[in-house]
């Protein structure tokens, strides 16, 4: 038997580890492109193309109440005001093996504001030049 424990998976951009994850998909992590592109000639044969494009995305969702959200805006204003808000990403799940990690990544754009009767959420969008990724299983 497998444990998963989602407060094992550990998010942390330029040195803060967020909080205040939101409950359901709380972090997802893709890279822009296929690794590899396939082509078909006339004659029906087949070849493969690597692509070495290891640019990618990592899209965090916080609860509305988070303290993380001002972390993220102090950077995101930071970024804006002196480019220098870019810094290392770092999704690694405790439980077991998956690691994804770019060396320089930034915020996109700030999290959308939006509010609501019931407490909401902020996605937090972040691009990254080198997005290296191992996506495992548990450890146990």
Not at 101 to 107: D, L, S, T, V, Y
């Amino acid at each position: 038997m497998k444990t998963y424990d989602p407060g094992q998976v550990i998010v942390s951009f330029a040195g803060v580890i967020l909080h205040g994850i939101a409950p359901d998909t709380f972090v997802t992590v893709e890279r822009d492109e296929d690794g590899w592109m396939k082509t078909a000639g006339a004659d029906g044969e087949v070849a493969r193309t690597r692509n070495r494009n290891r640019m990618g995305r990592v899209t965090a969702t916080l609860l509305q109440s988070s303290s993380s959200n001002d972390e993220l805006s102090a950077l995101a204003i930071l970024d804006e005001l002196s480019a220098s808000g870019s810094g290392p990403l770092i999704v690694r799940d405790l439980n077991g093996t998956t690691l994804c990690a770019a060396e320089n990544a930034w915020i996109v754009k700030f999290a959308n504001a939006e509010f609501a009767k019931e407490h909401g959420n902020r996605e937090w969008m972040f691009d990254c030049d080198k997005l290296e990724m191992f996506v495992g299983g548990a450890l146990s």
